[in-house]
């Protein structure tokens, strides 16, 4: 897969690993803007989930997805994440008798051979210490049939963004180094044997105020704030800032998604 040579992806790890021990509580008000429906309808349009059927939500975090899964879909959900932090915050939530909560990692899966029907990442591929183990894991895992369906951004997604256009222009070369891009994509999960692979890009309008984006900042609750040097993370907060100080005027925020979906 494409890497810069500027970023330190063992550095990035370590750093996204001690961010979510951290975020834990913080860590559902920076992702209120998660179109759940949406997914769902990705992922039964083109796989058939019947009630005895599993649905894996790997890197669940605080199970908001995982929950809103097993509210709205016929089968099993299981939500696993490494965190047991995560977890316990999981835990809080109002329980289904459809979901099942376990803690590990994605290139281990604690998970028999053609078991589950569908997988579903959110914005974690980038996360992934081992990212073709995950995919062989999930491609071991999944009924003939099944679908992996990856959140993540294109780069040229990425490159569009505002907030890493002007906010904070440091963390563009971070970003791109860790986001696979679409061709990366391709190439690996038809190596490991699925039999297709297509995306789906999609942009929704959105807006964002100066200062809501400076309290993600401040409480860093995005993963990628973990990584600004403390130079960027002044340059940005001072941005911001002077926008708030300016009336605080909503900016267009597109909401920019990519959606990887892979048949077995």
Known sequence: MQQTSLINLEKWRQISKEHFSRITPRYDQGRDFEEKQRWIA??????????????????CGTGLLAAQF??????????????????NQALQKPQRSNLSWAQGISESLPLAVETIKAVFLSQVWHHLA?????????????KPGGGLFIKTFSHEQLRARWDLQFIFPELMPLMLGIYPDVTDFEQLLKGIGFSS??????????????????????????????????????????????????????VSFPDFQLLVIALK
């Open 197 to 250: 692979v297509e995306f789906q890009s999609a942009q929704r309008e959105n807006s964002l105020l100066p200062s809501q984006l400076l309290t993600f900042l401040r409480e860093k609750a995005w993963s990628m704030f973990s990584f600004l040097s403390s130079q960027g993370s002044a340059e940005g907060q001072a941005r911001l800032e002077a926008l708030v100080a300016a009336g605080d005027v909503p």
């Open 42 to 59: 990705d992922i039964t349009s083109r796989v058939s989930i019947e009630r005895r059927d599993w649905v894996l939500d790997a890197g």
């Open 70 to 87: 097993a509210g709205q879909m016929d089968g099993r959900v299981l939500g696993l994440d490494p965190a047991r932090a995560m977890l």
């Open 130 to 142: 081992d990212q073709e183990q995950a995919a062989s894991e999930f491609f071991r895992c999944l």
